[in-house]
């Protein structure tokens, strides 16, 4: 058995966690929780490590799922996940950086939490009908049809895109350059009519408490965030696997911007202000399968 099957294993563990909680500090004490567990164990009964560091990952996030859906009802505005600014690894795996995108992780949300962990281990990492059982502790028989109906729900609201991540990318560094440049036509030009935007605040800094739909809408409230931060600037960043932008007041972050890009054009966008969600922004070389 490899000395070192925890640290083989971390990406995944954050992953599976982060998926499950759409927070990356909730993520990452996970996987110390999963460490200490991992000591502790007897680890000469254990025949499959991934497996079974899988279903401890699996089993911490959903009683602290639990925690964070108490927390969310008395969230102020909309919610969003916590961002990651990732690497290129990350966008080359389609699968997984489709599945850590912001609008999946959104999709994500609208599942029972069982679901969503019988649909991650499955569908994100490959892992056996009897294997989740272990870890969601019910059959694999239940599994099997938890994961039809979570695959089915997941579909009938999954984002489409009709673009690959280099088009998404030119997509987005238009809007860039067209909103630190003030150009109107450009926003116009780059989002689509019936866009949805997505701010997160918290309650702790400005932000829109509804989406904002319709792209006349969206770009008056950016034009009042540029008015409202005059020094501010974007600049390029890859947020949850794909092209994406970071806010900057001065030297410092004051916001992530995510987008879901179709047919040439920007469908949503996804704001993350809250501080709270900003604190533990790095690039992170924790996402993996």
Same mark, same amino acid.
């Given at each position: 058995?490899?000395?070192?099957?925890?640290?083989?294993?971390?990406?995944?563990?954050?992953?599976? &966690?982060? #998926?499950?909680?759409?927070?990356? %500090?909730?993520?990452?004490?996970?996987? =110390?929780?999963?460490?200490?567990?991992?000591?502790?164990?007897?680890?000469?009964?254990?025949?499959?490590?991934?497996?079974? +560091?899988?279903? !401890?990952?699996?089993?911490?996030?959903?009683?602290?799922?639990?925690?964070?859906?108490?927390?969310?009802?008395?969230?102020?505005?909309?919610?969003?996940?916590?961002?990651?600014?990732?690497?290129?690894?990350?966008?080359?795996?389609?699968?997984?950086?489709?599945?850590?995108?912001?609008?999946?992780?959104?999709?994500?949300?609208? +599942?029972?939490?069982?679901?969503?962990?019988?649909?991650?281990?499955?569908?994100?990492?490959?892992? #056996?009908?009897? #294997? *989740?059982?272990?870890?969601?502790?019910?059959?694999?028989? /239940?599994?099997? =049809? !938890?994961?039809?109906?979570?695959?089915?729900?997941? #579909?009938?609201?999954?984002?489409?895109?009709?673009?690959? %991540?280099?088009?998404? %990318?030119? @997509? @987005?560094?238009?809007?860039?350059?067209?909103?630190?440049?003030?150009? +109107? =036509?450009?926003?116009?030009?780059?989002?689509?009519?019936?866009?949805?935007? +997505?701010?997160?605040?918290?309650?702790? @800094?400005?932000?829109?408490?509804?989406? *904002?739909?319709?792209?006349?809408?969206? *770009?008056?409230? !950016?034009?009042?965030?540029?008015? =409202?931060?005059?020094?501010?600037?974007?600049? /390029?960043?890859?947020?949850?696997?794909? &092209?994406?932008?970071?806010?900057?007041?001065?030297? %410092?972050?004051?916001?992530? !911007?995510?987008?879901?890009?179709?047919?040439?054009? *920007?469908?949503?966008?996804?704001?993350?202000?809250?501080?709270?969600?900003?604190?533990?922004?790095?690039?992170?070389?924790?996402?993996?399968?």
């Amino acid at each position: 058995m490899s000395s070192d099957a925890f640290s083989d294993h971390r990406r995944l563990l954050f992953t599976i &966690a982060y #998926e499950i909680l759409g927070s990356v %500090a909730d993520a990452e004490d996970v996987v =110390q929780e999963a460490w200490l567990r991992w000591n502790d164990a007897d680890r000469s009964a254990v025949r499959d490590e991934r497996a079974y +560091l899988a279903r !401890i990952a699996t089993r911490l996030s959903l009683n602290r799922l639990r925690t964070l859906a108490r927390r969310r009802e008395d969230y102020v505005g909309p919610w969003l996940p916590e961002p990651l600014i990732t690497r290129g690894d990350v966008a080359d795996d389609v699968v997984l950086a489709e599945n850590v995108s912001t609008a999946m992780m959104l999709v994500l949300e609208t +599942l029972q939490p069982i679901e969503r962990a019988v649909f991650v281990l499955r569908e994100v990492f490959g892992f #056996e009908h009897r #294997e *989740i059982a272990d870890a969601v502790e019910r059959t694999p028989e /239940a599994v099997r =049809q !938890i994961a039809h109906r979570a695959r089915g729900h997941v #579909e009938a609201r999954r984002p489409r895109t009709t673009v690959d %991540a280099q088009e998404a %990318a030119r @997509v @987005v560094e238009r809007f860039r350059i067209a909103a630190e440049t003030g150009d +109107l =036509q450009g926003l116009v030009d780059v989002l689509a009519p019936d866009v949805v935007f +997505l701010s997160d605040g918290g309650g702790n @800094v400005t932000a829109a408490r509804r989406p *904002i739909i319709g792209a006349d809408n969206v *770009i008056r409230f !950016i034009a009042g965030l540029l008015e =409202q931060n005059p020094g501010s600037a974007v600049e /390029a960043a890859e947020v949850n696997g794909t &092209a994406g932008l970071r806010a900057l007041v001065g030297d %410092a972050v004051d916001g992530v !911007i995510s987008f879901s890009v179709d047919a040439g054009v *920007i469908r949503e966008m996804y704001y993350v202000r809250n501080p709270e969600k900003l604190a533990r922004l790095r690039t992170h070389n924790l996402i993996g399968r």
